[in-house]
């Protein structure tokens, strides 16, 4: 854990200095689906699976705009940066084999999970690097599952620490700050959609450490 730390601090500060750059740069897209999957559970509540519904927009966004940050971490790194536009269409050719990695993905978590809890946790680690190596390498689904499991072997325990504490640190207050709207009668379609496009700002410093670990890597994948 205490490996873990420095890496935190420093995924931290990058999303504090870059805060104005990533909302400017993924929230209008995310506060738009949230908005809209908000009004769909809200106001259509009583339709029979619409809870899967007010998903939908979620899952078929969620690879352009994380895509669109991994570049722009990467451009940050590299000091080269793009457009905003530029940055959005280099993800849009990258869906595709984004939502491939992330059904390959799904599927080998739930295989985890069939066995037991903790093989599905280790299937999540060791897949942290996978979406870097498909976006930054233009690697196939597999082949960026492949190399993320190779990769990520001497990072296991690292990942894991790190993965608790962000997650504890990123959830537990929205947790809280749920159950107070809630309680409040305060849980209404412009809450919920301002909560899920907050909640999904903070995550992404999981990806941000995830990243952070990867560029400890010595060598490309060509290597």
């Keep these: 854990m205490n490996n ?12 504090k ?6 909302i400017a740069l993924i929230m209008p897209l995310i506060m738009a689906v949230s908005t ?3 009004a769909i559970a809200h106001y259509a509540r009583d339709i029979e699976y619409i809870e899967y519904l007010a998903m939908l927009p979620y899952m078929l966004t969620f690879p352009i705009y994380q895509c669109v940050f991994i ?8 000091g080269e940066f793009l457009q905003r536009k530029q940055y959005y269409q280099l993800a849009l050719k990258l869906w ?3 939502v491939g990695l992330y059904i390959i993905a799904t599927i080998a978590i739930l295989t985890g999970l069939l066995l037991l809890i903790v093989p599905a946790i280790i299937v999540m680690i060791r897949i942290s690097f996978s979406e870097f190596y498909c976006i930054l390498y233009k690697r ?15 990072y296991q325990g690292i990942i894991f620490a790190g993965f608790i504490i962000i997650w504890l640190a990123t959830n537990v207050p929205f947790w809280f700050i749920k159950r107070t ?4 009668d305060f849980w ?14 903070f995550a992404i410093l999981l990806t941000i450490f995830n990243f952070r670990i990867f560029t400890l890597l010595p060598e490309k994948p060509d290597n």
């Design 36 to 38: 809209f999957s908000a």
């Design 188 to 201: 209404n379609p412009i809450t919920i959609a301002l909560y899920h496009a907050a909640e999904s700002l």
């Design 96 to 98: 595709l084999p984004i």
């Design 17 to 22: 200095n870059n805060l104005a750059s990533i």
């Design 140 to 154: 196939s689904p597999v082949d960026a599952f492949r190399l993320s499991w190779k990769a990520t072997k001497e």
């Design 71 to 78: 570049l722009y971490m990467s451009s940050v790194i590299s």
């Design 181 to 184: 709207f809630y309680n409040m």
């Design 4 to 15: 873990s730390l420095p890496l935190i601090a420093d995924a931290w500060r990058f999303f």
